[in-house]
């Protein structure tokens, strides 16, 4: 069986192209022919390492990317450079001749439906239903001081973050299959009844489990607004001078480093915080820490709890959309707090710090549940949606 993934490259460390990597070379492995399609290598290597019989080929659109261009400045940049994505690809297909042709990415969403060349076609989303619309408060509550003029400018960004989901959902519905990350955000996808949902599988071999003796507590990921790291930081604050001796440490890098030292600064934490640079020997950070800790206001399906887990990390997260409600059992491998709720979650985090045997009770469990999304599990769910829609 022929598949064709096609995303916008694999030259970075997102999570995106971690995953699709990982799956690509899984299937690769099982006797899969699989095609990388991409569209803005630009003759730069894939940052993750490809099974040597993966044919990767770069279709050189480049499409620009919000930074520091807007959003709107980039779709109309964008806009002629679909039909040469279009044409491109039809020619390539008509070579190839795929069974499966998935997007894997974002600007296959609007037109790899459209084309006629046999191939069963499947969208997935990474994040979730919503994120459009959700993304622009978190920059609005980061501001000192809110004008009318900017709230009216974010105003208007919400109402193009719903512009945009609405527009996704009709696209969606027109592909063979819409697969999603979770559960939850399964059920925000009633415009789609073809929905499925596929975790994203772990992608690595845990080498270990922690020992939980660490006083450490963890938090893993880019140092961005819907993270939430700043919040972290209050958490933390509630009850840190109460245990001297145990410290927050975070893993990551962005732009909102300078918040988060500042707000350590303000509480007087220095000695109780460590930031740590991105860094592909993260699971050494997980067999150190004894509680890993997610305060994000948003996910897809947050892979580093996942992580934390398959170490026999006990976690505590906000319950927020989407994936914590279908990785955590309360009470159970972890603790799932209301977001925003800060007293509590500090009070979860005051539990598992001076109850040891609860902390190793829940770390089993933790290490046992993340079995449900190994490599193989998770392919394996694939394997049975590819035999189904060639079937038809």
Not at 268 to 275: C, V
Not at 289 to 304: D, N, R
Not at 348 to 355: A, C, F, K, Q, V
Request: some cysteine; charged content about 25%; aromatic content about 12%.
């Amino acid at each position: 069986m022929k598949i064709a993934y096609c995303l916008f490259g694999t030259y970075s460390t997102g999570g995106i192209e971690r995953v699709t990597t990982v799956k690509a070379n899984w299937l690769a492995e099982h006797g899969y022919e699989v095609y990388l399609v991409t569209t803005g290598h630009a003759g730069r290597p894939s940052y993750y390492p490809l099974h040597p019989a993966i044919k990767h080929i770069d279709l050189g659109i480049c499409y620009d990317e919000p930074g520091v261009l807007s959003r709107f400045s980039v779709y109309l940049r964008n806009q002629p450079k679909y039909r040469k994505h279009k044409e491109e690809l039809e020619k390539l297909f008509a070579e190839i001749r795929p069974d499966i042709a998935i997007a894997a990415g974002w600007h296959e969403a609007s037109f790899l439906f459209q084309l006629k060349d046999g191939s069963k076609k499947i969208i997935e989303h990474h994040s979730y239903r919503y994120q459009n619309i959700a993304i622009y408060p978190l920059f609005l509550k980061q501001l000192s001081r809110v004008t009318p003029v900017i709230r009216f400018k974010y105003w208007l960004r919400t109402v193009w973050g719903n512009l945009m989901t609405y527009k996704q959902g009709c696209y969606d519905k027109k592909f063979d299959q819409l697969v999603v990350l979770t559960e939850e955000d399964k059920a925000y996808c009633s415009h789609c009844p073809t929905a499925v949902a596929i975790p994203n599988p772990l992608t690595f071999e845990p080498a270990g489990k922690s020992d939980l003796s660490g006083k450490v507590i963890l938090g893993v990921g880019r140092l961005s607004n819907e993270k939430n790291f700043t919040e972290l930081i209050d958490v933390w604050a509630l009850i840190a001078k109460d245990y001297p001796d145990w410290k927050l440490r975070i893993v990551g890098e962005g732009y909102t480093d300078t918040r988060i030292l500042q707000k350590v600064k303000e509480y007087g934490l220095e000695d109780q915080f460590e930031l740590c640079p991105f860094t592909k020997e993260i699971q050494k950070y997980y067999l150190s820490a004894s509680v890993y800790v997610m305060t994000s206001a948003f996910e897809g399906l947050p892979l580093v709890l996942v992580e934390a887990e398959s170490m026999g990390l006990p976690l505590v997260s906000y319950a927020c959309p989407c994936g914590p409600r279908d990785i955590i059992t309360e009470g159970k491998d972890g603790f799932l707090v209301e977001p925003g709720d800060q007293k509590t979650f500090a009070a979860r985090l005051r539990t598992l710090i001076e109850d040891e045997d609860l902390r190793r009770q829940m770390g089993q469990a933790a290490k046992l549940n993340s079995e449900r999304f190994s490599l193989d599990n998770v392919m394996k769910q694939w394997e049975a949606l590819f035999a189904e829609l060639t079937a038809k």
